[in-house]
Nanobody, 123 residues
Framework: QAQLVESGGGLVQSGGSLRLSCAAS????????IGWFRQAPGKEREGIIC????????NYTDSVKGRFTISRDNAKNTVYLQMNSLKPEDTANYYC????????????????WGQGTQVTVSS
């Protein structure tokens, strides 16, 4: 069964760091673009950052520029989201999602989703 599984979320103090992982099982990640999204209570799911099948990166949220980076390790079938200098407004449930080849900024373009991992940043 093809699925994406996020991990690495948790509670961190403002200014801290976390690294989220998005691991694929049942299929090979290499041909896919992987996007990271987040959704806070009462808000719409927003695209944060994406990496395409050739390693190109696109940032969709100005508030995370310079703080969040995305990378992929196709040998491990995993994509990572490194989050530094975390702020309370980064608190949300974080999701990864896949689509073939190229990145797009919004959820409807993505076919497969993980279950999410909660990130809570305390002030």
């Amino acid at each position: 069964q093809a699925q994406l599984v996020e991990s690495g979320g948790g509670l961190v103090q403002s200014g801290g760091s976390l690294r989220l992982s998005c691991a694929a099982s049942g299929f090979t990640l290499a041909p896919y673009a992987i996007g990271w999204f987040r959704q806070a209570p009462g808000k719409e799911r927003e695209g944060i950052i994406c990496i395409n099948s050739t390693g190109g990166r696109t940032n969709y949220t100005d508030s995370v520029k310079g703080r969040f980076t995305i990378s992929r390790d196709n040998a491990k079938n995993t994509v990572y989201l490194q989050m530094n200098s975390l702020k309370p407004e980064d608190t949300a449930n974080y999701y990864c999602a896949s689509r073939l080849s190229t990145c797009r900024p919004t959820p409807p373009f993505f076919r497969s989703w993980g279950q999410g991992t909660q990130v809570t940043v305390s002030s």
